[in-house]
């Protein structure tokens, strides 16, 4: 599987963009980021050592910082329940990645 992420995710109103990969200088441990400030979803390549992540990591990490903007918008707060959303995260990421889901997008 090789990932690739749409430029910009809309949710609700918000046009989210999507920055992949991204480089984190002020935490190079982390895998994603959001910013509700700027509307952008920030998603790293490598992890802290330069290692490539793997594919899965990548788009578990993607829905991962997707549910913390929805959680914001949709309910207006932040979900700060990280073993939550990375439930969410986990479980949306397995249908992706093992089943053959129709386009939907056309």
Not at 4 to 27: L, M
Not at 32 to 52: M, P, T
Not at 66 to 90: G, K, M, P, W, Y
Request: hydrophobic share 40%; net charge negative.
């Amino acid at each position: 599987m090789s990932v690739t992420f749409p430029e910009y995710v809309q949710v609700g109103a918000h046009k989210y963009k999507v920055i992949f990969p991204y480089v984190f200088r002020e935490d190079k441990g982390l895998y994603g980021q959001i910013d509700y400030a700027i509307n952008e979803i920030r998603i790293n390549g490598v992890d802290s050592n330069g290692i490539k992540l793997p594919d899965t990591v990548l788009v578990t990490t993607f829905f991962h910082e997707l549910f913390h903007a929805i959680s914001n918008v949709f309910t207006n707060r932040e979900c700060n329940n990280e073993r939550d959303i990375e439930a969410f995260a986990q479980g949306l990421a397995q249908v992706f990645c093992s089943a053959q889901l129709p386009d939907v997008t056309e």
